[in-house]
């Protein structure tokens, strides 16, 4: 079997090795999330999904407080980091060991967040587009940043569809920001193709097929495809109806060297692991 590149994260100064691939679920701390069985508004439910998260073989927490969907509400920093606040306080009392990583694009939030809460990963779905700061802000923090490819806002991404060279952009797009954060000192790069954004159906699917090409860069990937409408809507259905197409999609990504899968059904995607893994031990 051809062995990819070792890959690790350093988590506050113990390397993490990403060679078996890790579970990221997800809290939402948002009331507009698209898929409507992720929305968390109470100290309670906090508390319960996270240990749900953890019972099931999750290794990460992706904590939101700002909905990226293509319709969502265009919230204020302020408003956001109250939310994010609210949340990795009771996280912080309940959970005190676990990692967690924050996914906002604004650099004062998630400064905040690191400084303030001990969060342990930045998750940008802009790649430093939409906070100049951004880069800047990582380097000095030094912790694991999660870049995703996306064009325009979570507003307009959806008329932001038209490339010339579909794959080769999203390379060039990563070989740049790579290099820019490579000069500032950042060791610790994750490689989000950005599933869902700014990208049509067919290009969701092209990306997945292309999806091992990415090894190119010899850092650590994550995917995040969870019930998204790549999947409801090449099956007509809807977010509530898409984990058995979450769980298939996953398993291609795995199987094409994804290293963190970021999911709404942690005992899923943990399973979907197992298998995966059992069989890379059998392939040539």
């Known amino acids: 079997m051809k062995t990819s590149t070792p890959k690790y994260i350093n988590i506050k100064g113990e ?6 691939p890790q579970v990221m679920g997800i809290l939402n701390l ?21 240990q749900q998260i953890l019972d099931e ?4 927490v992706d904590v939101g407080a700002y909905s990226s969907r293509p319709d969502g509400v265009d919230i204020s920093a302020e408003e956001e980091m109250d939310r994010l606040a609210t949340g990795l306080r009771v996280i912080n009392q309940h959970f005190p060991d676990i990692v967690i990583s924050v996914d906002t694009f604004r650099a004062e939030v998630a400064a905040r967040c690191v400084e303030e809460f001990g969060v342990s990963i930045i998750n940008d779905i802009s790649g430093g587009e939409l906070d100049s700061k951004m880069f800047e802000t990582v380097a000095r923090l030094q912790v694991p940043y999660i870049m ?35 000069q500032l000192g950042v060791n610790d790069i994750i490689l989000d193709p950005g599933f869902g954004f700014a990208k049509t159906l067919e290009h969701n699917y092209e990306l997945m097929a292309q999806l ?13 495809v969870s019930r998204k409408s ?21 398993a291609v990504a795995l199987m094409k060297g994804a290293n963190i899968l970021r999911v709404h059904d942690v005992k899923q995607a943990v399973e979907t692991v197992r298998i995966t893994e059992t069989i890379k031990k059998y392939q040539l």
């Not at 390397?15 to 078996?20: A, C, G, K, M």
């Not at 091992?212 to 995040?224: N, T």
């Not at 790549?230 to 999609?249: E, V």
């Open 57 to 60: 073989g999750g290794t990460m």
């Open 148 to 182: 995703m490819h996306m064009k325009g806002t979570p507003q307009t991404m959806q008329q932001c569809t038209d490339y010339d060279c579909f794959i080769k952009e999203i390379f060039l797009y990563f070989a740049k920001k790579i290099a820019q954060l490579r």
């Open 30 to 50: 948002t009331p507009d999330s698209f898929f409507e069985g992720s929305r968390i508004q109470t100290e309670a439910q906090t508390i319960a999904r996270v």
């Open 15 to 20: 390397l993490i090795d990403l060679s078996t």
């Open 230 to 250: 790549m999947i409801y809507k090449l099956l007509n259905t809807a977010p509530a109806d898409a984990l058995n197409g979450t769980t298939a999609l996953n």
């Open 212 to 224: 091992q090409d990415f090894e190119v860069f010899e850092l650590p990937m994550l995917v995040g």
